[in-house]
């Protein structure tokens, strides 16, 4: 089953956290997310690493998604942008140098 085929179905099996259908959405929207990921960090490894951070977060809070409301591909940005502000604030891990990111207004371009 693809994710445009049956939004409310799709969205039902992944709630109960069918690991079939939670490798259909990363194969939906990991490129994508990747691309975003790699925009906000500038290199692979902490890219990666970001993706994988952000994919443990959308398994973790799958409940919380509400397919009524929002999209599934804005909710898992959303999930992106969530662990890369997470990760930014408690850590300096991934900023390479003061002049990577100065402001919010990069990261908020994605939503």
Known sequence: MSIS???????????????????????EYGSQL????????????LANELMLITFTNIWRELESFDNTKIEMKTWCTMMLVKSFRH???????????????????????FI
Do not use: H, P
Request: proline share 0%; charged share 35%.
């Open 5 to 27: 085929e049956n939004k409310s179905k799709f969205c039902s099996l992944l709630k109960t956290k069918n690991r079939e259908v939670f490798d259909e959405l990363y194969a």
């Open 34 to 45: 990747y691309g975003m990921a790699l925009q906000c960090v500038g290199e692979e490894k």
């Open 87 to 109: 990760c930014f604030s408690s850590t300096d891990r991934f900023r390479r140098n003061e002049n990577q990111i100065t402001d919010n207004t990069e990261i908020d371009s």
